[in-house]
């Protein structure tokens, strides 16, 4: 399991601006309840509806849980759409 780091309260405001200028103002954010950094040094939020992170070069993505035990892995880029993976549960969608 990788490990979740500290986020300053500074650079966890600035990287969710970041995200909601990627995905823009159609997608639902949620409610911020944790703000960290993950191994790779991308800011990392959990809302109350989903994982989201601040990646490099302005792309946002989420990882949402569905049915049948399944995640959905969407990225986002000036307002668009660029990617979406489902895949099972547990797994790296990416392989």
Known sequence: M???HPLDPQKAEDALVI???AVGPAVALGRPLVACLDD???PQFVTDTA???A???GIAARLVALTGNRVELTRWQDG???ERI???DGTDPHG
């Open 55 to 57: 990646e490099r070069g």
């Open 51 to 53: 994982t989201w992170w």
């Open 19 to 21: 995200v909601a200028a």
């Open 40 to 42: 790779d040094g991308n």
């Open 86 to 88: 489902i895949g099972p």
């Open 2 to 4: 990788r490990a979740l």
């Open 80 to 82: 668009r759409e660029i």
